[in-house]
């Protein structure tokens, strides 16, 4: 069960590099360690908390809806400090449920020591101080609850911040804490991903973080750890979270060198998670990031939901060269779990890839197409925070920090009545809320009136897929009892004449949101006939 000492589990040869004695076989003693003085449990909330299930929202709100994906630092800031708060957030909450939006996905809001992105948790029962008060917090968890809005929330299990009061004892072998992280005495030299050490020198040996040394990795094989996030995930769906998003499962276990990806016990550790979440408590939803496997992370085995990672590039891809005609988005389409999973076009990492309108180059034809296929498809659709008004890069940041710049509310960005944090997006005097809203025939409006169809629409909203046709035409049907909607697009820059079998005969079908004009009928043999212009969407109800 103790995870820094690894060495069992690994080959000979491995055992003789860690060990670093050359032929020797025998497992190193560990080193004798002082006893520090213990501190975690007076400087954070450690308590044990039993399960209080009180719902706020409907059974399954979540399935189908679409979700909005939020920074709340980059939100809207209502103090005058040039940071986004959650009193800021609440401010807004009419404008998101007008849009349709049923679910908030909260990045972390917790204490931490990055002051930035929030994913180093200092303490996890805690609200950052940029944001609010916990009195803030819970003002905008009932507004948003009066409004029909489910919260989920960023959940760090695989790693917490070097300035975690529990990695303290554990640096300083101190209070039992010693295994709930993973300690080598030694350095044994594996690298992450690109290339970096993930071993960092702590007070006595090295510890393990994946990501980066202010990271440090929980030893998840330890049951202390587990319940430690246990009784964390209880103390906020008491408070009437709705949920989490849980970040990083492809790294929750490594078992050597070249074993810290996907490990098998991964499933089991989320497994024990989505019983907690969803069957101890009711009407409540986890999602989980695993860019390894997504499909198997959302089997019921594992999370149960996770985000269909890849989707989103066959997306873009098919946007971009004009075609769906494309193994991987015949793949995902075909797939039976899919409407179990995350739907996205972009999100807060880089990986998943840029904000939408730098992916297009500013081209709103393709942006469209783009989001109308992702809000027509089963599954539960993402969005993020200025998405829907098509919001650019920030200026003068790299990385991540790119895709996160101040929402843009107005023409020279309406965030904040400071200087903001960081720097607004590029277009913020063009792609903006009020202006967007002011137009009709905006981006804006082109995601509204997507949302309140899936909205209002069973089968749109949880209907089941059948594929029709793929290429420069893709079309399918969503059907349910008493629904079933025809979905066109054509991904090109040409027009477009298919025949597609729908196999109902004589059919009516009306247009849908202005997704069409005028109705048509299939044939006697069950054929459309259709004439695209290029690049058109057509959403049909028969």
Partial sequence: MIKHLLYGALPLAVLTALSGCGSSTETPAPIELPVGEAKADTLVDMSSVAVDDQPALAKDWYKGAVFMEIFVRSYKDSDGDGIGDFKGLTSQLDYIADLGVEGIWLLPFSKSSDKDHGYEVVDYRSIESDYGSREDFDEFLAQAHARGIGVIADYLINHSSGDNPV????????????????????????????GDSSWHKGQYGFYYGIFQPNMPDFNLQNEEVIQFHYNNLRYWLNAGMDGFRFDAMTHLVENGPNQWSAQPENAAIMYGIQQLVMEDYSNRYMICEDSSDSLAAAQQSFCGSAFSFYLNKAIMSAVNSGSS?????????????????????????????????????????????????????????FIYYGEEVGMAHTKNSGGDYLLRAPMSWTADGGFTSATPYREIANNTANYNAESQMADNSSLYHHYKNLIQLRKATPALRNGELTLLNQGEVLAFTRTTAGSNV???????????????ALEQQSAVLTPLAGFGSGNISSTSAGQVNLSLVPQEIRIYQY
Wanted: hydrophobic share 35%; charged share 15%; proline share 4%.
């Fill in 325 to 381: 005609d494309q193994t991987s988005m015949s793949y995902w389409l075909n797939q039976s779990s899919l409407d179990s999973m995350g739907l996205l076009l972009a999100n807060h990492d880089s990986f998943a890839g840029q904000r939408i309108f730098e992916q297009f180059s500013g081209n709103e034809a393709k942006y469209r197409l783009a989001a109308a296929t992702l809000l027509t498809l089963p599954g539960q659709p």
């Fill in 486 to 500: 025809l979905v066109v697009f054509n991904y090109s820059e040409s027009a477009q004449t298919p025949s597609i």
């Fill in 167 to 194: 990695f303290a004892d554990s640096n300083n072998n101190a209070g039992g804490k010693r295994d709930w992280y993973m300690w080598q005495d030694s350095d044994p030299k594996w690298t992450n991903w690109s």
